[in-house]
Nanobody, 125 residues
């Protein structure tokens, strides 16, 4: 069993910054593949970023250069630093972990077995 809890979502103006946190516990550890996903109202869920067991990160083109994913292993926390936020970044953001399937990509959300409840990010233009 794995438990994930996101926090840090808020309402900000375009150009602002936010840092999302995801505290994980249970049968997982910092070495597992973890990812951030988002779902805007009326749209499909999409992958934002992933971080592999070796710490290597991958980003969707829509956030590359603006978002940074990292892990704080000592605090069992996954982070997403979001800068230069745009209105189109508005969505519910979820963290997830893949503890079973080899490979690690934000493009394959079906490979993630455990999900948090989400935190809302709203960016006003």
């Amino acid at each position: 069993q794995v438990h994930l809890v996101e926090s840090g979502g808020d309402s900000v103006q375009s150009g602002g910054s936010l840092r999302l946190s995801c505290v994980y516990s249970g049968d997982t550890y910092s070495g597992h593949c973890m990812g951030w996903f988002r779902q805007a109202a009326g749209k499909k869920r999409e992958g934002v970023a992933s971080i592999d067991t070796d710490g290597s990160a991958s980003y969707d083109d829509s956030v590359k250069g603006r978002f940074t994913v990292s892990k704080d292993a000592a605090k069992n926390t996954l982070l997403l630093q979001m800068n230069s936020l745009k209105h189109e970044d508005t969505a519910m953001y979820y963290c997830a972990t893949n503890t079973e399937v080899g490979g690690c990509s934000y493009e394959r959300d079906r490979e993630y077995q455990w999900w948090g409840q989400g935190t809302q990010v709203t960016v006003s233009s």
